[in-house]
């Protein structure tokens, strides 16, 4: 399931996809900007997430903007490509543990 953002002028569902909107799948992308995301519903108390509808105006709106310089700050500190941590697999019955890790590219 994508997470999809629209930025739009006002508070309706999207009839087509002409609004500026941005898609993430359950991958790298997507868990790079998860802390993000978490730090914004935290304070406003939306969540924020692929299975909920979330709507935000006005000061909330300042806090994305303000998201959007955080993430541009830590993707200026990464390499061009990197690895992105995206979950664990736990392999029954044999005590072993694999992290599974995405690649993320600026």
Known sequence: M???????TD???PTTLENR????EDDGYFWF?????????KQTNK???PCEDSF????DLDLFNQMIEQVRKEIASKPVIWEEYIGTVIFKGERKVKKIYSSVEK
Do not use: C, K, M, V
């Not at 997470?3 to 739009?8: E, G």
């Not at 909107?21 to 993430?24: G, I």
């Open 2 to 8: 994508a997470l999809d953002l629209y930025l739009q």
């Open 11 to 13: 508070a309706s569902l």
């Open 21 to 24: 909107f941005l898609s993430f």
């Open 33 to 41: 900007l998860y802390p993000f995301l978490q730090n914004i519903s």
């Open 47 to 49: 969540e924020i997430g």
């Open 56 to 59: 935000f105006h006005g000061q």
